[in-house]
């Protein structure tokens, strides 16, 4: 496994993440911020995409409760309003090597605003930390796809939220082919770390609303210990 390669590639990944956020706000449509994260993924030296050709996956509104396919999602014409919340998942790929992770926008007066536990929308954003802290403190290289979804999937439900993936997955080895992915799915005992290198990906909607948040990250097994793929200075910089 070629660890150096997959980390340049996810910190062009993270950079862009940090870096698109003054470029979201109101009146900004789906489809423009994919174009800004696409424009930045090229100057930050990733022209291509793994995931079926689509190097940013945006949503915004409503619309970030949907899950779909690659093959079939397109960017909308849907703007940004004053107060939102906008999911961004990108799939840079560089000389085969691939990144992945997503990210959580909360929009308050027009602008994205550091969330906090004054914004409405702060319980998703904590959520999906809580999750990704928890994932880390459990998963082993031992740990089963099959038993990570079990034991990840019950806490998203214990904190009265559900699993929106159109897969059911949360999350997927990281390979050089589509269709070498391995889900971390009921009934796949693939352990994790077999797998050198796979994400974390979970997308939740709390019960009964209607935003559906993300967060993912590329993780690998440090002294048995999973850790998130990327400098720290990045990772801390797309909290």
Partial sequence: ??????????????????????????????????????????QYGAGESWYHNVGALVLVGERTTLSASGKVYQPSALAIGKQDLV?????????????????????????????????????????????????METAAPHTTMHQLFMAMNQAIKDRGY???????????????????????????????GSCGLFTFEPHICRCGDS????????YYFEDSVAVPLGSPELLEACR
Wanted: charged share 25%; aromatic share 8%.
């Fill in 1 to 42: 496994m070629d660890l150096s390669s997959h980390f340049h590639v996810q910190n062009i990944a993270l950079r862009v993440l940090r870096d698109v956020a003054p470029f979201i706000r109101e009146g900004i449509t789906e489809r423009e911020v994919a174009a800004i994260c696409i424009r930045l993924l090229k």
């Fill in 87 to 135: 999911t961004i998942d990108l799939s840079p790929m560089v000389d085969g090597y691939w990144g992945d992770c997503a990210r959580s926008y909360i929009v308050e007066s027009g602008v994205v605003a550091q969330p906090g536990a004054t914004s409405g929308l702060y319980h998703g954003i904590e959520a999906l930390r809580q999750l990704h802290q928890l994932m």
């Fill in 162 to 192: 559900k699993n929106l993936d159109f897969r059911g997955n949360l999350g997927h080895s990281i390979g050089k082919h589509l269709d070498d992915r391995r889900y971390i799915e009921a009934d796949n005992h693939t352990t994790l």
């Fill in 211 to 218: 935003w559906g948040f993300k967060m993912e990250n590329i």
